[in-house]
């Protein structure tokens, strides 16, 4: 469970470090700034959410730390070298293919047979009659709702 006041203190050191305010913070990161208030005064928790904001737009805090206050910040080079190592070596055992393998030889611009296709055509009138039933059902009323709030009714 993350600490509400560690997890403060971890927040203004981040602040600190990027020379920034809370109402900049949380412009950055695209929250509003009563809930950056809210957490820096220890009212709520911070979200899920507010979390990985964070880590998205400052990618030198590293979330361990945020949360536990495991890590380093800011987030130490041996770190970034380590994990793109680690990219680079399962991009090697992955086996390269040509990229014309495994495909088939269709010309994409053949002419397409109309035999095989054939296209099903039916009268708009025929359409409508089954989409709305007009032999079976009397309509009642018909009533148009705008945007703006307003609306209209008709009745047949």
Do not use: C
């Amino acid at each position: 469970m993350v600490n509400i006041d560690d997890f403060v203190k971890r927040l203004e050191i981040i602040l600190d470090y990027y020379g920034i305010n809370a109402s900049s913070f949380a412009d950055k990161i695209g929250v509003q700034r009563s809930s950056m208030s809210h957490l820096l005064s220890g009212r709520n928790k911070p979200s899920l959410d507010f979390v990985m904001k964070i880590i998205e737009v400052f990618p030198d805090v590293d979330i361990y730390w945020l949360l536990n206050g495991k890590g380093n910040f800011p987030k130490s080079n041996e770190e970034s070298t380590l994990q793109f190592g680690a990219i680079s070596e399962i991009e090697k055992t992955i086996a390269p293919t040509s990229s014309n393998e495994n495909f088939n030889t269709i010309d994409l611009f053949s002419e397409i047979n109309p035999e095989k296709e054939k296209v099903e055509t039916k009268s708009t009138s025929s359409i409508k009659n089954t989409i709305f039933n007009l032999d079976e059902d009397e309509v009642e009323k018909i009533i148009f709702f705008y945007k703006n709030g307003k609306f209209k009714t008709y009745v047949p």
